[in-house]
């Protein structure tokens, strides 16, 4: 079993509509897990990190669900900026490697 | 301004060529990786290092090799083992040991080309 999981889509939305993005991870006892957006043939960025109370970062939300080990990403209000790959990423263990999952694909159309 | 440099960012390779990829990083982090994406696909890790002299064999080490001597600087080198080299070399370095919740870091990557 992969240790993250995504949905590659691609979803394909309106300007103006809200999207989630889910992904799964296999390892419970993972410590720390982010969300990183990546454009096309660009270097992936640090798009929020997801703490397990949830957090959010303007019109986007990170939430973590432990018991059913998922996070999720939540854009609202999509804009046509917000088009690119988005990737989930969990720290299994204190130390060490981290792991992508393949990444979700995001288009916004006028 | 602090950040992680890869050069160089196009590199083309002969057939039966080694090359080599640097990266080099002023954030005075410990930990540093290499991945390798190819189009439309995600990224798979070649190696990482999480201290001086030390490193650990990624997903896909098979045909690459790296050093670490320094703490700012993580080479990898494509052996002319690897068959199928062609893909986007994406470099990252992340804060780590006690600070386990932090992120990595990406260089802008670099294009590597059979010619």
Same mark, same amino acid.
């Given at each position: 079993r992969k240790e993250v999981e995504q949905d590659p889509g691609p979803f394909n939305v309106p300007e103006g509509a809200t999207v989630a993005f889910n992904c799964t991870y #296999? +390892? #419970? *006892? #993972?410590q720390s897990f982010f969300w990183y957006r990546q454009d096309c043939r660009k270097e992936p960025k640090l798009l929020m990190s997801v703490y397990s109370s949830g957090n959010e970062d303007g019109r986007f939300t990170a939430q973590l669900n432990r018991a059913s080990q998922y996070i999720s990403l939540l854009i609202r209000d999509s804009k046509l900026s917000d088009s690119a790959t988005y990737l989930c990423v969990v720290n299994p263990r204190t130390l060490g490697r981290l792991y992508f999952g393949r990444g979700t694909q995001l288009t916004v159309w006028p | 301004d602090g950040g992680i440099t890869q050069s160089p960012k196009y590199l083309f390779r002969k057939e039966g060529q080694n090359v080599t990829l640097s990266c080099e990083q002023n954030l005075n982090h410990d930990a540093m990786y290499w991945y390798r994406q190819d189009p439309g696909q995600g990224l798979r890790l070649i190696y990482y290092s999480q201290i001086v002299n030390d490193f650990q064999k990624g997903d896909i080490a098979e045909g690459y090799s790296v050093s670490r001597e320094k703490k700012e600087s993580f080479p990898l080198t494509v052996t #002319? *083992?690897?068959? +199928?080299?062609t893909a986007f070399y994406l470099c990252a370095s992340r804060r780590d040991r006690a600070f386990s919740n932090q992120p990595q870091h990406f260089g802008d990557g670099t294009r590597l080309s059979i010619l």
């Open positions: #296999s +390892n #419970s *006892a #993972s | #002319s *083992a690897q068959k +199928n080299p």
